[in-house]
């Protein structure tokens, strides 16, 4: 029978285009090439949530058709795979042998706890800013407010607040305390508040040097106020953004004159000022500190008791 010499010269062709790298290990050392390769196949349950993990290696012998031993695998390879995770050898005649290890051992994988947005989270403020007064376009009764030092007159406000949440943990609704102080000093220091009079009145103290006059008004609150936190679980940390209204209650007001000799004299009363103040504003944070604008929507003084006078309040918040 006559061989086609092109066939023939086809069947060496394939014979030697296969690879003849050395492997040792054995009596009889086969040409060969061995590929190392390793799979880590998961199981999840209904959730999507990974529970167990399974390692498999492979070992892929890219060679002609060789005998393959568990010792040629342990001791000549140095994969240290035990002798019972030689799970299966498959031959595949003519082109590859083929030897699957496998570690059998399933354990759990730790379950990523997917923590809720607890339902209320606490804050604590300071507010720190200046506090100025406007007159209001309408004749009011007695003289007018005396002249603000605007650099010196102040607002300090002390709040402990408790975010509720709402369809999510980053959108909530706010309430708690708020204490504030509204220290306004006066441009003269020779200006006085005068007590107990019927309609809000003022003077001037010529026949003492003073240094410094002022009113300073206490107010009791609760703040009411719905925002958005980029953060769910902390008040203090990413952007937030709220908007509101404060309630307040005016609980002390006196006046403070300091004379040129360090005396301090002050004056308690109401002055005729509101007993109740409300007050909406908005507030912008980035972490623990950020930025508020308030204003009075109430007047200063009592109706037909004193001027047409609403103040505002600016400033750093620090939370």
Do not use: C
Request: hydrophobic share 35%.
């Amino acid at each position: 029978m006559k061989i086609n010499t092109t066939l023939l010269t086809a069947l060496l062709l394939i014979f030697f285009s296969f690879p003849f790298n050395d492997i040792h290990g054995q009596d009889n050392p086969k040409k060969g090439r061995i590929i190392v390769e390793k799979v880590v196949k998961t199981k999840k349950d209904s959730a999507g949530i990974i529970t167990e993990t399974k390692t498999i290696k492979r070992i892929r012998i890219d060679s002609l058709r060789m005998n393959i031993d568990e010792e040629f695998i342990n001791d000549s390879l140095n994969l240290d795979f035990q002798k019972d995770t030689v799970q299966s050898l498959i031959s595949i005649w003519p082109n590859r042998s083929i030897v699957i290890i496998e570690n059998d051992t399933l354990y759990p994988s730790p379950k990523k706890k997917n923590k809720k947005s607890p339902v209320v989270i606490s804050e604590g403020g300071i507010q720190l800013g200046f506090a100025t007064l406007q007159r209001e376009n309408i004749t009011g009764i007695g003289p007018e407010f005396p002249e603000l030092k605007n650099n010196s007159s102040m607002h300090i406000g002390f709040n402990n607040q408790w975010g509720i949440k709402t369809f999510s943990g980053n959108w909530r609704l706010w309430t708690g305390l708020q204490y504030d102080i509204l220290n306004y000093r006066f441009s003269n220091s020779n200006v006085r508040l005068l007590a107990d009079r019927q309609i809000f009145n003022t003077a001037l103290d010529s026949g003492n040097n003073s240094e410094k006059s002022k009113v300073v008004v206490n107010y009791l609150g609760i703040p009411i106020s719905f925002g958005y936190q980029s953060k769910a679980k902390e008040a203090d940390e990413g952007f937030s953004i709220r908007a509101g209204v404060v309630a307040g209650y005016r609980v002390r007001t006196h006046t403070k004159v300091k004379l040129d000799n360090d005396k301090t004299t002050k004056d308690f009363d109401d002055f005729n000022m509101n007993d109740f103040l409300i007050t909406p504003f908005v507030q912008a944070s980035y972490n623990n500190i950020g930025i508020y604008f308030r204003y009075n929507t109430r007047t200063l003084f009592k109706d037909l008791q004193g001027p047409k006078y609403t103040g505002m309040q600016f400033g750093l918040v620090f939370q």
